[in-house]
Every structure is written in C-alpha cells, then in structure tokens.
C-alpha cells in the first residue's frame, strides 16, 4: 500500500519550476519527519530535503539549496517541493517519504510514495 503518493512530475525545460506534492493520511502526515528524496537514472537514492513535524525547520541538501523549498499544508495534509532553477542534473525520480526522527538517513524514512518522475531539458 502506497501511503504518500506523489504528483507534479514531468518534463520541463532547464531553468524552469515544478511543483510536487505528496498527500497523506493524517497518522502518517503527523510523524516526526516528512522528506523529500530522489534517484537518477543507475545512481543511488539520494537525500533532497526534510521538514520537521512539530516545529516546520527544514533542511536541504547542499545541491537543492537556494532553489528548492519544502512546505507543508496540514489543512490538507500535504507536502510540497516547490523547485526553481531546474538544472539538467535534477532529473530523477522523487519521492516523499516519513521517518520517526528529523534525518537525512534513508533506513529511518518508513513510510514511502512510488515517486514521480521530474525530466528537465536543455
């Protein structure tokens, strides 16, 4: 069962937005943690952003700093990744996760969408 399906991928050109967005059960949504991550094409998945449940203090990885900002909405439930200066690089497949604690790890992260797939082209 996918608990945090993603939606907002696509193709766009470099220098461009996107917007993602993953939706969640309430007891889901109200971890501690809630993350964006993404893999590339034969990389390994990789830590893209984290904002903490309690207090919304967020965290970025050092490539995605400065151009992409995570929120949330608890009206609705949602997280968002709202990304600008999309760079050619930045193609992977993202994915929202959950994780009982505010981390970068990946084996903390519990809860996981099937991921959306962002494209950017030149």
């Known amino acids: 069962q996918v608990q945090l399906p993603e939606s907002g991928g696509g193709l766009v050109q470099a220098g461009g937005p996107l917007r993602l967005s993953c939706t969640a059960p309430e007891r889901t949504f109200s971890t501690y943690a809630m993350a964006w991550f993404r893999q590339a094409p034969g990389l390994e998945r990789e830590f893209v952003a984290a904002i903490n449940y309690r207090y919304d203090n967020t965290v970025y990885a050092d490539s995605v700093k400065g151009r992409f900002t995570i929120s949330r909405d608890n009206a609705k439930n949602t997280l968002n990744l709202q990304m600008t200066s999309l760079k050619i690089e930045d193609t992977a497949v993202y994915y929202c996760?959950?994780?009982?604690?505010?981390?970068?790890?990946?084996?903390?992260?519990?809860?996981w969408g099937q991921g959306t797939q962002v494209t950017v082209s030149a």
């Open positions: 996760a959950a994780a009982s604690r505010y981390t970068r790890l990946l084996e903390e992260y519990h809860s």
